[in-house]
């Protein structure tokens, strides 16, 4: 009986160093984009792209919750010349939209005569509602907002944060945020949007509302 007692807790030792290890829960790492400018590119998560091809980014974020089209009615003008006249034509535009609800971006086409289903614009969508009123808005969106990072020439954007500086207003022409040019939209004197300027990789910024000048969504392409 002695040495049983002696054994035991020797017993306890060795069965807790045997017990398997439980797997801890692996946590996704946080999506990334980043926009630079001076080179026209567009990374993300360290995937350096400079157009925005479907097929890579599918391989890096999987493929799309949904995949949604839009079309509308619009006319085709072409311009006269010294031997042909000007006319104008009806057309039906279909537009193609790669939804990623699970991450709150889009990437869609901006379609013309010319159909192509290749997306050329990106939009990364924000949990600040838009209210202005004088824009449409986007067919689709995502349903949920983007948690990742975004960063413009290496400076990250904060979503919370008022965007527009307050020697800005609706009369400046233009003025410098993350190391590029912007100018500014306004709507009855409030700063709706800005746009970049100067730069082949346009961004455009839609802004919450004219009190908290959050960004919304944004659109490059």
């Known amino acids: 009986m002695k040495n049983f007692l002696y054994a035991f807790p020797v017993f306890i030792l060795l069965a807790v160093l045997v017990m398997p290890l439980r797997a801890q829960p692996q946590t996704k790492p946080q999506l990334s984009v980043g926009l630079n400018t001076a080179d026209t590119t567009i990374t993300i998560n360290d995937s350096v792209f400079k157009a925005y091809e479907i097929e890579r980014i599918e391989k890096m974020l999987g493929k799309p919750d949904r995949i949604r089209t839009d079309s509308f009615r619009s006319s085709y003008e ?3 010349t010294a031997h042909s006249k000007p006319y104008s034509t009806p057309i039906t535009v279909v537009n193609y939209y790669y939804i990623y609800d699970r991450i709150g971006i889009m990437l869609f086409t901006a379609n013309g005569i010319h159909r192509s289903k290749t997306p050329d614009r990106l939009c990364i969508c924000f949990n600040n509602k838009r209210s202005f009123t004088n824009t449409k808005p986007q067919p689709f969106s995502p349903n949920k907002a983007f948690s990742g990072l975004l960063k413009i020439n290496g400076q ?9 500086p307050d020697t800005v207003n609706y009369r400046t022409a233009k003025f ?9 939209s306004s709507y009855t004197g409030d700063i709706d949007g800005l746009y970049s300027l100067n730069s082949e990789l346009y961004m455009l910024i839609f802004l919450d509302n004219e009190k908290d000048q959050r960004i919304s969504y944004m659109i490059v392409n």
């Open 156 to 164: 990250t954007l904060a979503p919370d944060k008022k965007l527009i």
């Open 176 to 184: 410098t945020l993350f190391g590029t040019e912007f100018g500014p």
């Open 78 to 80: 072409r311009f006269g």
